[in-house]
């Protein structure tokens, strides 16, 4: 490789040679020595220089922790090292928004809550619900309250608020939904909520998922088309720019695409470009980008078991990102340029097994090692039950507690700053990974963008492709999974730990939930103004018939008048349709 | 093994979980074993799939959840395929399923229940051995 012109590089040329030279020697004595000695053809360990970083200018590819490009951190002290972390390890429930939770009814988690004394509602809603499915219809069946709790109308969000009073009001408290598809719904709720409680919009805090590209792609909560879908979107950023400015209007996630079988690449690239979507809904409004930019965030990208790549991809993100925003939307506010929180890097649970479950706390803290080394947020990784369901116990949250703790306190990881920046090798993967995932991006352009990659069935057969191919690994044996396809002989020891302390929340209670939730649903339905219900859902009708009409008011009132989350929806799918899902295979 | 062509198992998805990496794995994984394969996609009632179980007439049924569902919804379609008159359709399951729902699932007609890493070539050799000797190809 020759020294190219016109770059400034750390290295001086003329030691390059000299380098050059002396790996060339050290192939021919030193490795061919060492190999032979060890019967092998070729090293089975790769080795990096300087010569395969020589062409880089070190203040455009990597800089500072807190500037453009971002390589070496989103801050100029890492999320890892600030005392916010600290509480999260503390062990503090629900510093802010606390753990994603639901269970059972409202009436449940809100018992629940108001026991742990929570300050914050981080609501978990079930499968109906995020389809926008009332609980007593069929295809709700089995599914009531089950991976979070029902919503059916307003009634339900009232009953699950009175967990904080007397502790907080909406005001000095966050509240995040994870709901996507009938997002705006479940926010016209908590805007009529803070209404009724004489809190203005403007106070409020919190996040709505509200990231529906991906629910086409990995996580199946769909309910219409990919226009309409993107349409309502557009509802959101531009009603809480104007009403609501605290809000953040969407968590983008790249983690259900990784679990789904992306690889990280994959990930990331269909991320951003779901990413450039969103933001063109804004640009498309008239809105100012740097303004609105406030209020994106990023969940995260999910993580795997290949240490090096994610290391290299938590780095090359944040390089990719701040190029688009800064090169391709012209922001100009730095806080554009990064991806608030979307830094965290972690191992995500599809890396989890069933066999010999207590390696999966190994799993989780070498994601932890990666958090640190990637200058991104870090935890010590989802506690090792998670691959048996929701409910984590609490031995199972001590041990992922206290292995965040022992990377922090006992390991000291946090001591420096992108300990690998400036590693020969981590800088070459880290721009081979960008690559990669720019590539990624420039396919999806390809067939038109994220909306129609999602149409055509593109991402999903990608997706589901490189899910296969990582199967494949594990069946041949190319990919080793301790105690899966490996090392499961007759002498190796099943470990499953006790799991004894009682959890807060009756699974009982779970039993008769759907059956509760039924009669809370009933009852309101009956009690309610059917002509103001009826008359509602007619404006919402003819609202969402005009493309350019915002619908979160229609929705709110609505939702004011009791009508129901699967009510509004069916008139959504009347005028909008609903989305199929192409056969990709 | 030509013989292998004709068994015909229908991957489905009932409820509104919309986890189906695995569902979709496993369908390509027993298609690439010789096994003809269809998959009906996400959010499938119970009776969707027994229609589509008789409609295709498959000898194998694989129902994946993984959303909590499948003490509700895999009895239900096992009794609906009975009911349809798919006395001897096998049916297996898979998904997050905890190890103490496995008796009552296999009690309530399914065979056999195959979590998270589960190798493809152990479940095609389950139906190969389990298949009824009427449904034989």
Redesign the interface.
């Given at each position: 490789m020759r020294h190219q012109k016109g770059v400034v590089t750390v290295f001086d040329p003329e030691r390059l040679a000299e380098i050059e030279e002396g790996k060339k020697g050290w192939e021919e004595t030193a490795l061919r020595e060492n190999l032979r000695r060890l019967g092998l053809s070729e090293s089975p360990c790769q080795f990096y220089t300087p010569l395969d970083v020589r062409d880089r200018d070190y203040l455009q590819k990597e800089g500072f922790p807190g500037q453009y490009p971002y390589t070496r951190g989103s801050y100029a002290v890492p999320v890892y090292a600030t005392p916010f972390a600290e509480v999260l390890e503390g062990g503090v429930v629900a510093p802010r928004a606390g753990q994603y939770a639901g269970y059972g009814t409202v009436e449940d988690t809100r018992d629940l809550w108001r026991a742990e004394k929570r300050r914050g509602a981080n609501i978990a809603f079930d499968l109906p619900t995020q389809c926008g499915y009332d609980s007593d219809h069929p295809l709700a069946e089995g599914e009531v309250g089950r991976a979070g709790i029902a919503v059916d109308t307003l009634q339900d969000f009232e009953t699950l608020y009175e967990a904080f009073d007397g502790l907080t009001t909406l005001d000095g408290m966050v509240s995040n939904f994870t709901i996507n598809a009938p997002c705006n719904i479940i926010l016209a709720m908590y805007f009529a909520l803070a209404e009724k409680k004489g809190v203005s919009l403007a106070k409020l805090h919190g996040t709505p998922q509200n990231d529906i590209l991906k629910e086409f792609v990995a996580r199946g909560t769909y309910i219409f088309p990919p226009e309409p879908a993107m349409r309502m979107i557009r509802d959101t950023i531009t009603y809480c720019s104007e009403y609501a400015p605290e809000m953040n209007v969407i968590s983008i996630c790249g983690y259900h695409m990784r679990e789904a079988g992306a690889s990280e690449v994959q990930a990331a690239g269909f991320t951003f470009a779901h990413a450039i979507a969103y933001i063109q809904l804004g640009v498309d409004a008239g809105l100012d980008i740097d303004q609105f930019m406030r209020r994106f965030t990023f969940l995260d990208f999910g993580g795997g078991m290949d240490f090096w790549r994610e290391i290299a991809r938590a780095r090359a993100n944040r390089r990719v990102w701040a190029r688009i925003m800064k090169e391709r939307f012209g922001a100009k506010n730095p806080r554009s340029w990064i991806m608030s929180g979307g830094d965290t890097i972690f191992v995500g649970p599809s890396a989890y097994t069933l066999q010999r479950p207590l390696n999966n706390l190994v799993r989780g803290v070498i994601g932890g090692v990666m958090g640190y080394l990637g200058a991104g947020f870090t935890f010590g990784g989802f506690p090792w039950d998670e691959v048996y369901g929701l409910g984590h116990s609490y031995e199972a949250r001590q041990l992922s507690l206290d292995a965040g703790r022992i990377l922090r306190y006992e390991a000291k990881l946090k001591q420096v700053v992108d300990p690998l920046g400036g590693s020969y090798f981590v800088e070459a993967l880290t721009d081979e990974v960008e690559e990669e995932i720019w590539d990624v991006i420039r396919k999806v352009e390809d067939v038109g963008g994220a909306v129609e990659a999602v149409k055509s069935g593109y991402a999903q057969q990608e997706i589901a492709r490189s899910a296969y191919k990582f199967h494949r690994e594990i069946e041949t044996g190319e990919r080793v999974i301790v105690g899966v396809n490996k090392f499961t002989g007759e002498e190796e020891l099943e470990v499953v730990p006790p799991r004894l302390v009682p959890h807060p929340y009756d699974p009982k209670k779970l039993e008769s939930a759907a059956e509760r939730q039924l009669a809370r649903l009933a009852r309101v339905k009956k009690e309610r103004d059917q002509d103001r219900v009826d008359s509602a859902l007619k404006a919402v009708h003819e609202a969402a018939k005009k493309e350019d009409e915002n619908l979160i008011p229609c929705f709110m009132d609505a939702v004011k008048a009791y009508a129901t989350v699967g009510e509004i929806c069916d008139v959504l799918r009347d005028v909008f349709g609903e989305y199929e899902a192409p056969s990709i295979l | 093994m030509p013989e292998e062509k004709a068994i015909r198992v229908l991957i489905a998805k009932p409820?509104?979980?919309?986890?189906?990496?695995g569902a979709?794995?496993i369908?390509?994984?027993l298609?690439d074993a010789g096994f003809e394969?269809i998959?009906t996609?996400?959010?499938q009632?119970p009776q969707m799939i027994a229609r589509a179980a008789l409609q295709e007439d498959v000898h194998v049924v694989g129902l994946s959840c993984?959303?909590?569902?499948h003490?509700?919804?895999f009895p239900k379609v096992v009794d609906l395929l009975r009911q349809s008159g798919l006395e001897d359709v096998l049916v297996i399951g898979g998904g997050?399923i905890?190890e103490e729902d496995v008796p009552f699932l296999e009690e309530r007609g399914v065979q056999a229940v195959f979590?998270?890493?589960t190798?493809?070539?152990h479940i095609a050799d389950y139906i190969r051995q389990n298949l009824p000797a009427g449904r034989q190809t």
């Amino acid at each position: 490789m020759r020294h190219q012109k016109g770059v400034v590089t750390v290295f001086d040329p003329e030691r390059l040679a000299e380098i050059e030279e002396g790996k060339k020697g050290w192939e021919e004595t030193a490795l061919r020595e060492n190999l032979r000695r060890l019967g092998l053809s070729e090293s089975p360990c790769q080795f990096y220089t300087p010569l395969d970083v020589r062409d880089r200018d070190y203040l455009q590819k990597e800089g500072f922790p807190g500037q453009y490009p971002y390589t070496r951190g989103s801050y100029a002290v890492p999320v890892y090292a600030t005392p916010f972390a600290e509480v999260l390890e503390g062990g503090v429930v629900a510093p802010r928004a606390g753990q994603y939770a639901g269970y059972g009814t409202v009436e449940d988690t809100r018992d629940l809550w108001r026991a742990e004394k929570r300050r914050g509602a981080n609501i978990a809603f079930d499968l109906p619900t995020q389809c926008g499915y009332d609980s007593d219809h069929p295809l709700a069946e089995g599914e009531v309250g089950r991976a979070g709790i029902a919503v059916d109308t307003l009634q339900d969000f009232e009953t699950l608020y009175e967990a904080f009073d007397g502790l907080t009001t909406l005001d000095g408290m966050v509240s995040n939904f994870t709901i996507n598809a009938p997002c705006n719904i479940i926010l016209a709720m908590y805007f009529a909520l803070a209404e009724k409680k004489g809190v203005s919009l403007a106070k409020l805090h919190g996040t709505p998922q509200n990231d529906i590209l991906k629910e086409f792609v990995a996580r199946g909560t769909y309910i219409f088309p990919p226009e309409p879908a993107m349409r309502m979107i557009r509802d959101t950023i531009t009603y809480c720019s104007e009403y609501a400015p605290e809000m953040n209007v969407i968590s983008i996630c790249g983690y259900h695409m990784r679990e789904a079988g992306a690889s990280e690449v994959q990930a990331a690239g269909f991320t951003f470009a779901h990413a450039i979507a969103y933001i063109q809904l804004g640009v498309d409004a008239g809105l100012d980008i740097d303004q609105f930019m406030r209020r994106f965030t990023f969940l995260d990208f999910g993580g795997g078991m290949d240490f090096w790549r994610e290391i290299a991809r938590a780095r090359a993100n944040r390089r990719v990102w701040a190029r688009i925003m800064k090169e391709r939307f012209g922001a100009k506010n730095p806080r554009s340029w990064i991806m608030s929180g979307g830094d965290t890097i972690f191992v995500g649970p599809s890396a989890y097994t069933l066999q010999r479950p207590l390696n999966n706390l190994v799993r989780g803290v070498i994601g932890g090692v990666m958090g640190y080394l990637g200058a991104g947020f870090t935890f010590g990784g989802f506690p090792w039950d998670e691959v048996y369901g929701l409910g984590h116990s609490y031995e199972a949250r001590q041990l992922s507690l206290d292995a965040g703790r022992i990377l922090r306190y006992e390991a000291k990881l946090k001591q420096v700053v992108d300990p690998l920046g400036g590693s020969y090798f981590v800088e070459a993967l880290t721009d081979e990974v960008e690559e990669e995932i720019w590539d990624v991006i420039r396919k999806v352009e390809d067939v038109g963008g994220a909306v129609e990659a999602v149409k055509s069935g593109y991402a999903q057969q990608e997706i589901a492709r490189s899910a296969y191919k990582f199967h494949r690994e594990i069946e041949t044996g190319e990919r080793v999974i301790v105690g899966v396809n490996k090392f499961t002989g007759e002498e190796e020891l099943e470990v499953v730990p006790p799991r004894l302390v009682p959890h807060p929340y009756d699974p009982k209670k779970l039993e008769s939930a759907a059956e509760r939730q039924l009669a809370r649903l009933a009852r309101v339905k009956k009690e309610r103004d059917q002509d103001r219900v009826d008359s509602a859902l007619k404006a919402v009708h003819e609202a969402a018939k005009k493309e350019d009409e915002n619908l979160i008011p229609c929705f709110m009132d609505a939702v004011k008048a009791y009508a129901t989350v699967g009510e509004i929806c069916d008139v959504l799918r009347d005028v909008f349709g609903e989305y199929e899902a192409p056969s990709i295979l | 093994m030509p013989e292998e062509k004709a068994i015909r198992v229908l991957i489905a998805k009932p409820g509104l979980d919309g986890h189906d990496r695995g569902a979709k794995v496993i369908a390509l994984g027993l298609r690439d074993a010789g096994f003809e394969v269809i998959y009906t996609g996400i959010r499938q009632t119970p009776q969707m799939i027994a229609r589509a179980a008789l409609q295709e007439d498959v000898h194998v049924v694989g129902l994946s959840c993984l959303s909590g569902a499948h003490r509700i919804l895999f009895p239900k379609v096992v009794d609906l395929l009975r009911q349809s008159g798919l006395e001897d359709v096998l049916v297996i399951g898979g998904g997050v399923i905890p190890e103490e729902d496995v008796p009552f699932l296999e009690e309530r007609g399914v065979q056999a229940v195959f979590t998270s890493g589960t190798l493809i070539r152990h479940i095609a050799d389950y139906i190969r051995q389990n298949l009824p000797a009427g449904r034989q190809t």
